[in-house]
């Protein structure tokens, strides 16, 4: 059972560029979170996809954006990259219809912005 | 608000036991407890719901106290395998997304 892949795994940009970030949920979860998380931070909410449509989103500009795709998968995306964007980017699967409200993590992007 | 933990950092010799804080200023649904080693992704250990229930994966302990908005992490008799940075996840609503906090990185030497 394959659980939460991302892709790609290291990407380096440069300032004032555009990122796509991609994440498949583990096989039966239809939820999907995108967290960040700086070096030696913990991860930060950035938003939530269900049923294709942003859910719940945290305190991060409109420069991020995603997008879920009817197969459950799920894309991030930066514009105008800042230098603080430099981050791992996680991404998080989770039924949303009971269990224990676990999160399955993806090993992350880690962006680097110069 | 994102919870506080404390230590920040613990180191440990193996067998030895070690105690993770976590705190929050709201009133809280649940706690969750992650552990994260180095250039992987965070892996669930446990639930600690308003209520008393619990669930988890491994043999790990940990309390919640709802008057305090307080959980501990008790890691006894520690391993190698242990060694990680462990985050606490706060919720305040069913219905709301995890805050973690900024971790406590733990170092269990043989």
């Known amino acids: 059972d394959a659980g939460v892949t991302q892709s790609p795994t290291h990407l380096i940009k440069t300032r004032g560029q555009q990122v796509t970030l991609r994440c498949s949920p583990k096989s039966g979860h239809d939820t999907v979170s995108w967290y960040q998380q700086a070096l030696g931070q913990g991860p930060q909410f950035i938003f939530q996809y269900y049923e294709e449509e942003e859910r719940q989103r945290g305190n991060f500009p409109d420069r991020f954006s995603g997008h879920q795709f009817p197969n459950y998968s799920s894309e991030l995306n930066v514009n105008a990259l800042l230098l603080g964007d430099s981050a791992l980017y996680l991404c998080?699967?989770?039924?949303?219809?009971?269990?224990?409200?676990?999160?399955?993590f993806g090993e992350g992007s880690r962006l680097t912005v110069l | 608000q994102q919870p506080v933990q404390s230590p920040q950092a613990v180191i440990l010799r193996e067998g030895e036991d070690a105690v993770i804080n976590c705190s929050s200023s709201k009133a809280l649904y649940s706690v969750h407890w992650y552990r994260q080693k180095h250039g992987e992704a965070p892996v669930f250990l446990m639930i600690l719901l308003k209520g008393g229930e619990q669930k988890g994966h491994e043999k790990i302990s940990a309390s919640f106290n709802e008057k305090k908005q307080q959980s501990s992490l008790y890691l006894t008799a520690s391993q190698l395998s242990y060694s990680g940075t462990y985050f606490c996840g706060t919720l305040v609503s069913g219905y709301s997304t995890l805050t973690f906090g900024k971790g406590t990185m733990l170092l269990v030497s043989p």
């Open positions: 998080a699967s989770s039924s949303p219809t009971g269990g224990t409200g676990e999160l399955f």
